[in-house]
Structures are given as C-alpha cells and as structure tokens.
C-alpha cells in the first residue's frame, strides 16, 4: 500500500504480515479497534506462510488447542463466502495406525473429540482404503476419519484475513522494516521503522521465525527457532474425474499427505531434524533479505521420510517430483505456540507456530485480539502463554536441546510420566547431591530437576500389585506407594526447593495483596494463607499461599512453573492499581523449602529445635522462625498432603546441614526421603488444587470447591463483581469421582458420560493408595453431582463406572493435619 503514508500514531503496530499477523488483525478489527496498524517487511505472506503446505485438522492434544482450530474451520469456511475466499477445501483427513499404541491413541482421541462435538470415527482398514485408494494397507490396524478437516492456501487465506482487516480499517504497509522498538517505564510507547518513527502503546510481534529477533529489539527474550522443514509435491497424475483425497497422517512413519491439484504434497517430521541460523553458543541470525526465500533441498535429511512415504503410498516411488520444499518455520521448546503479553507492558508476541499455523491461525487470530483487548486471556491459554518459559530458555543451548528433542518427537506418542531428556540439569536444589547418592530418580519441571522418586535398584520385593492398566502404567513406579505411606503413616520429607518464592513489600502491600486475593490475607504477623488471585472475570489466575512476615512485608509461595506468570500478575496489578511504591522480588534461588509431612513430623521436628511445636502453640497456617542446629529456618505449618507437618524455608548455603540433620533425627520415627510423584497421589486424595491441573482462568473459587478461601467481607478485589454474579448461576462444579479398581486411572480428557450423554470431560486423575481407588476430578453440572451418582468414563473406547464422591475422600474433619 505505497500510496499512504505512514502514520505517526496508532494504537496498535502488528510487526509480520504472514498468516498470523493477518488473523490477529482480522480479529482486532471484528471487535472494533479501529487504530491498527500491520507492518511487513517485505511482502505478506513472504516468511514462512508462503511455502506451507496447508493441511488443517482440528483434532489436537488438547482441549484449548481444539476449540482454536475449530474456529479455525468455521473462520476458513466463511470467507469462502466473501469476495476475496480463501480456497478452503474441506476434504476430510485420515490418521492411521501401524500400531497397536496409536491404534490406543485414536480411540482415546475418538472419546475426547466427543466433549467438543467433534465427528471423529473410527474407520478400519477396507474404508481407509475405499478413501484413499492409493493406500498400501498393509501393516494397517486402524484409523479415524474426520470429514471436517481440510486444506487451505495459505496466500490466499492470508490475503482473505488481511483483505477483511482492511474493511475494518485496519492499514497495512508492506516493505516497512521494524528496526527498534522503544518503551518508558516499561511501557510500550513507539516503533522505528525505515520509513519513520511510529507513537503506539502496543506492539504484536507476529514475526514467526524472526519472533526472537524481534523480541531482542526490547531485550525480551522469545525461544523460537528457525527448523528446516521439507515436503515435496509430485508430478500430477490422478485422473480429471477423480473425487479430491482426504489428508492423510501416518504418524508411525512420520509422514503426512495432502492431494495437490491432480498430484500428491508428501511431507514429514524426520529424526535428524536441522536447525537454521541458530547454535548452542548464539541466537538465529536470519538474513536480513531472507523474504520469499527457500532453504536448499537437504535430500539426506528426507530420505527415510521418502522411503516411508514409498512404502505407505507405493505410486510415491515410481512417479516424478515437481518441486521439493524445503522451508524454515519458527519452533518453540514444547512444541506449543508462544502467545501473550511479555514482560514488557503493551508488547505481545503470537507466534512460533511449530508447523501448525495455518491450522491455528484463525483460534490464534481470535484469543491474541481478545487478549490484547480485555487485558487478559478470555480463556485458558497457560501452556501457550509466552510466561510458561523459565529463565533457562534466556540460553540459545538450553532452547535449541528441547526444540530439536520435541521436533523430532512431534509425531510420538507421549505417555503420562513422561520426562524429556535433554537440557537437563539447569537448576538444581541444593540436596541435589545428596537425592543423586540416595537413588533419586528425577524429572523436570520448568528446567528444574525435582525428585520423582527415591528408588534404590538393590531393593527387592517391590509391590507391582499396582501397577494401573494401560498408558498410566508405563511410566508408573512401585516406590511411589511406599512414599504415600510413609507420609500417611510415619512420616515423609519432601524437598520442594523448585517452589517459585516471591516477597512483596512496601508500605501499601497489604492494602495491594487485599485488593488482588479474594481471601483476606492481612491477618496477622506470622499468618499464613491460601488464597486465589482472580482475574476481572472471576477465574483464577493464580493459587498461592501468602504469610505476613512484617507490617509492610509478605512471602508469597507458589508452584515451580508459575514464577514468571504469577510474577508478571502480581507486577501488572501493581500497575493497574496505581501502587507505585510496591518492591515485588523473587527468592525463589535464595532459598531451599522442605516439606516434613506425617503423624510423626511434630517428634521429629522437637528434636531439632527448642520451639514449642504443639498444637496451642504452633497453630495450624501460622509460620515461625526458628533454630534447627543453630540455623534461622522460617517453618509455616501448612501441608499439601493432608497430614501434620510443616514446610521449612531456609537459605541454600544452609540447606543441606538442615536436610541431614531432619533425615538423621527421623530415622527412629521412621522418616523416609519421598518425591514429586508422592505428593500427586496424596493431595487428590485430599482434594488439593492444583492451578493448570483441576483450576485455572476460566474456573472460579466457587466451582472449584474454594469458597472457603474467598473472603466477601472485603468490600473490594480484583473480580469479586463477576464472582457474585457466578456464585448466583453455578452451572458446574468441581466433582470427585472414584473408580474402585485402582488400575483404572484415566489419564485426562477422558468424557464422561450419563446414559451415552456426555455430562464432562476428566480434568486430573490418579491413585489413591490409602483410599485404595482410583481418583478422577472433573467439571460436571450441578444437576449431575449428588453424592453417589454413578457416571461413565470412557478410557481408550472402553467404558469405566465411576462414583459422585463427597469431598475430601480422606479425614474429611482434618484431624490429622490438626493433631
Ligand atoms: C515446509 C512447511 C510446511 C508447513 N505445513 C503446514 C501445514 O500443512 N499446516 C499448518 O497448519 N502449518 C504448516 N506450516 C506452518 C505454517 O506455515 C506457519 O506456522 C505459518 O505460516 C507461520 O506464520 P507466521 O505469520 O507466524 O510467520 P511468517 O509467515 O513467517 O510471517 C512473519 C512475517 O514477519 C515479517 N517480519 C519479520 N521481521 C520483521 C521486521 N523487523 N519488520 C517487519 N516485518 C517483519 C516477515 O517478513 C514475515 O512476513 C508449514 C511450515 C513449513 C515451513
């Protein structure tokens, strides 16, 4: 559009005009913003968008990501009626299975696709081949059909949503290179651009594979990676008459396939993935003219792909190739899209597709604008939010270990209790040494290595009676059980030092911590409390305990993974709010936290220190400084297994003789070292929350079963209005279900159903050992939750009875927390 002239001002500058740029604008424009700018650098369409290869399907790992593609398909499929359509085909898709795990995978899928509406069937081998005829079926168990999926081009769907922006007033300019962007006060206030400088209070980078790049002009770190990616398209040769092909997925063999006019587009996720302009030692340097460019084929990289590709499709061996892509794309660490706005206020980022742009771009579209206008995310995006990426991903070799580790895995399939293995080891407590010697076997969360469990290889006679069926049984351990009851019965010491620790301080920060937790949490020097911090809408956005350490001092503790994003909430209320004057630091490396938990812990601890550790004198949520082997140790007496005990917060210089001397005063009482894995089984027995597990931005207090943790005495806090209002027309609850053979355990998203109705969907489940039973939380309506209703689950295509429980499942008066 060279025949406008660059602004001076806008309220919003979207930086990329590829497929996400165009739908971020599209949508800014359907909710009325009317001062937006989109920039390119060259043309639309000219990073990745140009040479992908098109195929859209709905279905996805998980919940969130399926509603965007479907709005994606139901956004495709109305521009078809505008001027300017997008060439939506929707031709259908088939996934197959060549084994009996991803035969397990599509029925688990058909059972979930139901919760969404989704028409996804099962379909065995003589319909595959009646579909797609060019098929080699053999080594074929089964597979799906989805007939609402499809194939659209790229171009020309980004050019529907730019064309549609446009009619809402959106300007674009295309050849506008972005060269910096400015903030105040951490704030976004302009862009430099070659054309001249641009005033603007928010910035969307939708640079795709330039998104770091762009991110580095404010110092904001972004973990894409430019990925090598290759299909091919063949030579035509179906028939003038022939009906169109549905696409088709063989993720066993790692391919995919779409009809291209009258030949085939064939790609594939190969084993030896290749980076592009980035190394373990610096960030991606893509060339400064790299705009409607392609890589060099890499043949070598594609040749088990295309032999694959032969053998599942045999006419992929004798017919010629047209044209061989080979294109880079923006990859993120998980696989996940990197949404949401940064640590600099105003500055948002949509991008990092990891192949699936196009699918994506209409849901991504939709929640980037809705985000961007409400402020907040309109829906659950946590595993997509920008804030799920810990400060380990600042390193170019922490990123690319995990980017090439999950690209290369794309197709697998992932187990629960899965660990990845690489870019390991980056933050560690300061036990760590001590769990190596002990036997611990390790996981990781938010670059973390946490005790899974302690499992010693000389021991024997471990209990495999266990074990539970399935999936959940692969990764699944027999010492866990020993862990749970060393909790329940003696005691257990857990080491949780990856907690995320934050201190707000200041003269108003308790005056600020009331008006954003829906408790009340100024009680007192040396209270503690659980509370919720609730977004506008009533949801939860974040779930921590908070304790008063001074009259203008809190420590606030919360789960390893949400530190940048419970940080960044507490930072952007401050701001919203006006409370200038508040410090809000994180601790979370100062200092190592252990839990002691189990009817023995008061003994263990009164050895250790002369505080008085009785029940009148050490109340239940109070917390303490006090001496073990002359070391300042804070103990907050609170538990998150439902059992006596304290958690421990001590420097990390002091950790270890602090550790030692609890395991040497346990071991007359019984005192084991458990791990991660335990305290999951003993808090669903209990009925704790978890935020991104049972709770999370779309669930309020009161369906979430934490009224108790509201506190509507306080006149005023953040989303208090649509709370009442959502008290008043509670549709859903959160409901505790068992299954009474404890190998029954789903593994989430399972539906659940009433008569072959489906009333819900599994949120988190696992084993209760000392309940005996399996455990399944989930969302059901009020109507459906009466204690002893009996509900089905369908596992894997199988149906499972499950049981209305009344909550806790276990000590339901809490006298075992208070003894
Ligand atoms: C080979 C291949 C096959 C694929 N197949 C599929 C598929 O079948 N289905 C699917 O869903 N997805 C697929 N994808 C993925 C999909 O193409 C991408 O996810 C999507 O196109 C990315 O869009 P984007 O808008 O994020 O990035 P891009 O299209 O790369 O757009 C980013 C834009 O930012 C601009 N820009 C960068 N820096 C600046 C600056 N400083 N100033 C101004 N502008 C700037 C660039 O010029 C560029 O136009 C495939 C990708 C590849 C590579």
Aim: a negative charge.
């Amino acid at each position: 559009m060279s025949a406008q002239v660059l602004p001076q001002r806008a309220k919003i500058v979207i930086i990329g005009g590829g497929v996400g740029g165009a739908s971020v604008a599209y949508h800014l424009a359907q909710l009325g913003e009317r001062d937006v700018l989109l920039l390119d650098r060259s043309d639309l369409t000219s990073g990745s968008t140009f040479h992908s290869a098109g195929l859209v399907g709905q279905l996805r790992a998980d919940p969130t990501l399926t509603k965007m593609n479907m709005h994606s398909v139901d956004l495709y499929r109305k521009l078809e009626m505008t001027e300017t359509p997008a060439s939506w085909r929707e031709c259908g898709s088939i996934k197959i299975a060549s084994t009996v795990e991803r035969m397990e995978e599509i029925r688990r899928q058909i059972g979930w696709s139901k919760t969404f509406g989704l028409d996804l069937n099962e379909i065995g081998v003589k319909e595959i081949a009646e579909l797609f005829p060019l098929i080699n079926t053999e080594g074929i168990i089964g597979g799906c059909y989805m007939a609402t999926d499809g194939q659209v081009d790229p171009s020309q769907l980004t050019h529907a949503l730019a064309s549609g922006a446009r009619r809402g007033g959106v300007k674009i300019f295309t050849n506008t290179r972005v060269l910096q962007i400015s903030a105040k006060n951490n704030q976004i206030n302009s862009i430099l651009t070659d054309k001249g400088e641009i005033e603007c209070e928010i910035v969307v980078n939708c640079g795709g594979m330039f998104a770091a790049e762009i991110g580095r002009m404010l110092g904001v770190r972004i973990p894409i990676i430019p990925m090598s990616h290759q299909y091919l398209i063949t030579e035509n040769f179906l028939p003038d008459n022939s009906p169109m092909l549905p696409s088709l997925r063989d993720p066993d063999n790692l391919i995919y396939f779409r009809q291209e006019v009258k030949g085939l587009l064939m790609g594939g996720y190969e084993r030896n993935s290749k980076a592009w302009q980035t190394s373990h030692d610096s960030f991606d340097a893509i060339p400064a003219d790299f705009n409607a460019k392609l890589l060099n084929p890499d043949w070598d990289r594609f040749e088990d792909i295309a032999i694959n590709a032969a053998n599942r499709v045999p006419i992929m061996g004798e017919i010629g190739v047209k044209n061989f892509i080979n294109g880079p794309e923006g990859f993120t660490p998980d696989n996940e899209f990197c949404l949401g706005e940064t640590s600099v206020v105003g500055f948002y980022v949509a991008a990092g597709f990891c192949a699936h742009g196009i699918a994506g771009a209409g849901g991504i579209g939709k929640v980037v604008a809705e985000w961007i206008v409400a402020g907040e995310p309109t829906m659950d995006l946590w595993h997509m939010d920008i804030k799920r990426f810990a400060s380990a991903y600042e390193s170019p070799k922490f990123t690319l270990e995990r980017v090439t580790e999950n690209y290369e895995a794309y197709y697998d399939i992932h187990y629960p209790g899965e660990e990845r293995e690489s870019a390991r080891g980056e933050n560690t407590s300061p036990i760590y040494n001590w769990h190596k010697a002990n036997h611990a076997v390790f996981g990781e969360k938010a670059a973390w290595e946490r005790v899974n469990y302690y499992h010693d290889q000389a021991a024997s006679n471990l209990d495999e009676s266990n074990r539970p069926n399935g999936w959940v049984g692969k990764n699944w351990h027999p010492a866990v059980a020993l862990e749970h009851f060393a909790a329940r019965n003696t005691a257990g010491l857990f080491d949780e030092s990856s907690f995320a620790k934050i201190e707000v301080s200041g003269l108003k920060s308790a005056q600020f911590l009331n008006s954003i937790c829906a408790n009340n949490v100024v009680r007192g020097i040396g209270r503690t409390i659980y509370t919720q911090a609730l977004n506008s809408r009533g949801g939860i956005e974040s779930d921590y305990t908070v304790t008063q350490v001074a009259d203008d001092k809190f420590f606030i503790v919360t789960g390893t993974a949400f530190l940048n994003h419970d940080m960044g909430w507490l930072e952007k209320m401050c701001r919203q709010l006006g409370y200038n004057e508040i410090k809000i630091r994180d601790l979370s490396k100062d200092l190592a936290c252990f839990g002691i938990w189990g009817p023995n812990a008061r003994k263990i601890l009164s050895k250790l220190t002369d505080t008085d550790l009785s029940n009148e004198a050490f109340t239940f949520m109070s917390s303490k400084i006090l001496k073990i082997a002359d070391i300042d140790v804070r103990a907050t007496r609170i538990t998150y297994v439902g059992e006596l005990g304290w958690e421990l917060y001590i420097s990390r210089a002091d950790a270890l003789q602090v550790w030692s001397e609890l395991i040497a005063a346990g071991e007359e009482f019984g005192l084991r070292p458990c791990g991660y894995r335990a305290i999951e089984s003993l808090r669903l027995e209990k009925g704790y929350r978890a935020w991104a597990g049972e709770i999370n931005s779309e669930t309020n207090p009161y369906e979430a079963g934490l009224s108790f943790a509201v506190s509507l005495k306080k006149e005023n806090f953040v989303g208090r209005a649509a709370l009442l209002n959502a008290n008043e027309n509670l549709t859903r609850k959160l409901t505790a279900l068992t299954l009474e053979n404890i190998k029954d355990v789903p593994m989430g998203n399972e539906p659940i159903l009433i008569n072959n109705r489906v009333i819900g969907r599994v949120k988190s489940a696992g084993q209760g050992y000392t309940i005996n039973k399996a455990i399944a939380y989930a969302y059901l309506p009020v109507e459906n939750t009466k204690i002893g209703t009996k509900v089905d689950i369908e596992m894997f295509g199988i149906i499972k009875t499950a049981t209305v429980q009344e909550e806790p499942l276990l000590d339901p008066q809490g006298l075992r927390i208070k003894s």
